[in-house]
């Protein structure tokens, strides 16, 4: 089952994907979910980020062994019981075709193509071998960063490069029957195939991440893990980037220019 987040009549509203249409959702969300009415055509919608105001977005990092292995190497850092762990604050989740804002204080932006876990149950310090029935679905996260400044902070630990606004792009929908160990990963910039992985290289099953998480933090119903990404790359303005992920679909967002104060 696919569920999406969409403005329907100027309020956010969640539907059922049903071929080429969007149904309106009956019974309760991450629970039991079934579709009714017809509401709009899928491409029409203006789809929003698959997840409430109250919800939250947890990053993972360097969970890719290629990557974490270049890291160790290149770091000298020794073997971590978990991945890296931030938060992606409100201000950075947008939905599919809404645009990531290159700031005027990044000098270099790049894409991050991800799988996110999207929780169904509320979880707090659950075994990894049960930890995935605590979870509703995956999505397409586009884990966006600026990785340089014209500004340099003192001291240098910050978690700013993953804090700017529009850097989390989510959607476009959420898919609720998915073997999550076997998705394959691409990214496009400008119809070009830049980046491809498969959940297979994660070093950590999703289940050991989402129980690992919940060792931090209690997971509620519609928070979302974001897992890693297998490579990263250059976003320049003007650039079009899309994240698909085998089985869910394909996010697709605008890169513009900061338009300044608003």
């Not at 310090?125 to 003192?154: I, M, S």
């Amino acid at each position: 089952m696919k569920l999406a987040r969409f403005l329907w009549h100027g309020q956010a509203t969640w539907g059922i994907v049903v071929g080429d249409a969007l149904h309106a959702l009956e019974g309760e969300l991450w629970g039991d979910m079934r579709p009714s009415r017809e509401l709009c055509s899928f491409e029409e919608a203006h789809l929003l980020a698959p997840l409430e105001p109250h919800n939250k977005v947890i990053g993972l990092g360097l969970t890719f062994r290629d990557m974490y292995a270049e890291y160790e190497k290149t770091e000298g850092r020794q073997k971590r019981d978990g991945p890296a762990i931030f938060m992606k604050q409100p201000t950075t989740n947008i939905g599919h075709m809404e645009p990531i804002v290159y700031p005027r204080i990044c000098t270099r932006v790049i894409h991050e193509a991800e799988v996110g876990i999207v929780m169904g149950r509320k979880a707090k310090l659950v075994p990894a071998e049960t930890a995935l029935q605590y979870v509703a679905g995956y999505t397409c996260v586009n884990d966006a960063t600026g990785t340089e400044f014209k500004t340099v902070e003192r001291p240098i630990i910050s978690t700013r490069f993953k804090l700017l606004d529009t850097f989390c792009p989510l959607g476009p929908v959420v898919e609720t029957d998915l073997d999550p160990q076997d998705l394959t990963i691409v990214c496009r910039v400008n119809g070009r195939e830049v980046t491809r992985g498969n959940t297979r290289d994660i070093c950590w099953t999703m289940g050991e991440m989402v129980a690992w998480v919940t060792t931090i933090m209690t997971l509620l119903p519609g928070d979302i893990i974001c897992t890693g990404s297998p490579n990263t790359g250059p976003l320049e303005i003007g650039d079009i980037v899309e994240v698909e992920v085998s089985g869910i679909g394909i996010l697709r967002n605008p890169v513009v220019a900061d338009p300044g104060p608003q």
